[in-house]
């Protein structure tokens, strides 16, 4: 029968498990004129049959009963029992101990002169602690942390030692040490191994792979370490240290970059560091983009910024000092207002491109030979006067697919096929305003982002929008966070994502605001403007039942597309 009472659930996934956290979700779906109680709790059944619940755990065994029942009297039963295992207990004092897994560094190293080695563990507290460097030094001293350094951990014991000139190791385990009389003394090793080797460095590598790019540190999230910018296969870079698969590589006075081991080819030894003189700048343009070209006498690597008011584009090249002694405007280059350099730094040059269009419409960097191009988009014809969007190419990107699911709401939709869907709409009303689109996916599919970007890039388009559904984290309130949200990554396509989000708070959504320098795969490409749209949260109910209507579903979609004629009118404008 239709009107059967069930109980289904999203989360948690099994019967029994072990929880990370101090609490739990508990998610699914019934009958919507069902009741249900959590552990005696009446827990409210929405529309949709979706119910949300967040349960505290205790240290231990914790059972988890979830009953479901209608008005006739039939009820379902679902037992749950999550183990909550209890914190590490602290390290002894009376008994010497060396937590061998909190020893740092954790993650094998490679060390140039004046480089300092930091080491760091958790010991019983209240000793001597020391550390040594195989071949290098022993008895270094390390001083336990005050508890308000040490997050209330007793026994955090950190020292350091600084690389000098004529020390040398390869591969060497650190020897961290507890010392509480002559007699007691207790002794571990780390796990990663040092190479320490001043006179090996700086060496040159030079970087390969399809798109090479430069992180600006070692922090990393879900999406992966903040970078500074792609860089071109064939860059030479100075590389200064590693730390596990990351090379350091020095830009220049003050500044570093990281870069992935297996984005880079060492060269010998011997090989000349990373170093040019910039030449002459020329400007030239053809009927839809500009051209700037620096000459260099080598590949270096480089980062750029977009800039407003005035609309600029600034590239830092690094290793490279000015010779330049003209620069050639033509005047084909319709784009572009003025062209200038300043050395800011010994080793640092910056190129200043100042546009003429008020927006950034996106711009590629590379190099043809050893001169670096920088290839400028100019703001788009408008082919109608019934549609600024005529004649435009619009890249939509449905999120996830194949085997990456994305979220899940509480009645079991799925983030990647609410995400076609509404891309779906898009592209049928972009095409009936005169658009050329182009999908990176178009089924179930789950194409990488490499794959994604390769269409992108190949498309020529000059806008992308990605699609998404929000979802709070597994162990957060459900119930804590709804609404819509726009992201971006660079400054200049900031007013899409800005005409977009206003555009989508019109649908009466909650605000969750519009945010930057979002570190996500397609929001890094600087060659079109480009922005991420989290259409709501599938996690919270009321947004679920939003995201479940597929008239809504479609209102969302022309209000992307409302938000991208608004972005186009203002930008494109004189």
Known sequence: MPDTLFLRFMQPARDSFVARGPRVRISGSTRPEATVRVNAESTKVYSSGAFV????????????????????????????????TPPPPPLPVDTLTIDESSIEPSQNLWL?????????????????????????????????????????????????????????????????????????????????????????????????????????????????????????????????????????????????????????????????????LAGSISATGNDSIDVVSLSLSQRLPFTSE??????????????????????????????????????????????????????????????????????????????????????????????????????????????????????QHLERALVARGARVVLTRSDDSGPSMSDRMETILAANAHLLVSVHCNAGGDNSDPLAVRGTSTYYRHIGFKPLADSVYARLLELGLRQFGVIGSFNFSLNAPTQLPNVLVESAFLSHPEDEILLLDDEFRRNLSLKVVEGLEAYLHEAIRP
């Open 53 to 84: 619940t967040v349960v505290p755990l205790a240290i231990g065994t914790n059972t988890v009963r979830v009953v479901a029942a209608n008005a006739a009297g039939d009820s379902l039963v679902r037992v749950f029992s999550v183990e909550r």
């Open 112 to 276: 140039g002169k004046d480089d300092i080695l930091n080491v760091r563990f958790q010991g019983s507290p209240g000793w001597e602690a020391s550390f040594d460097i195989p071949d290098v030094e022993s008895g270094i001293p390390m001083r336990e942390l005050p508890l308000d350094e040490s997050r209330d951990v007793p026994g955090v014991y950190v020292g350091q030692y600084r690389v000098r000139p004529d020390d040398h190791a390869e591969d060497v385990q650190i020897v961290v040490r507890l010392r509480k009389s002559f007699w007691t003394r207790e002794k571990a090793l780390s796990k990663a191994k040092v190479s320490i080797l001043p006179l090996e460095f700086p060496r040159v590598g030079e970087a390969g792979g399809k798109r090479p790019y430069l992180n600006a540190g070692l922090g990393s999230d879900r999406l992966g370490g903040a970078k500074l910018g792609f860089i071109s296969p064939g860059t030479r870079l100075e590389l200064i240290g590693r730390v596990g698969n990351q090379y350091r590589v020095r830009l220049s006075d003050g500044m570093e970059a990281w870069i992935p081991a297996d984005s880079v080819r060492l060269l010998p030894n011997d090989s000349p560091l990373p170093r040019s």
């Open 306 to 423: 977009q800039l407003l008011s005035p609309t600029t584009i600034a590239v830092d090249v690094y290793g490279a000092t000015s010779n330049t002694n003209w620069i050639t405007h033509h005047l084909s280059a319709k784009g572009i207002q003025s062209v200038h350099w300043s050395q800011v730094a010994a080793d640092r040059y910056r190129l200043i491109v100042t546009l003429n269009h008020r927006s950034h419409w996106g711009y590629d960097i590379d190099y043809v030979g050893n001169s670096l191009r920088l290839r400028i988009r100019r703001p788009p014809v408008i082919a109608s006067r019934d549609s600024i969007l005529a004649g435009l190419t619009i890249v939509l990107d449905a999120g996830h697919g194949g085997d990456n699911i994305g979220a899940r709401g509480a009645t079991g939709v799925r983030e990647m096929d609410a995400n076609l869907n509404m891309v």
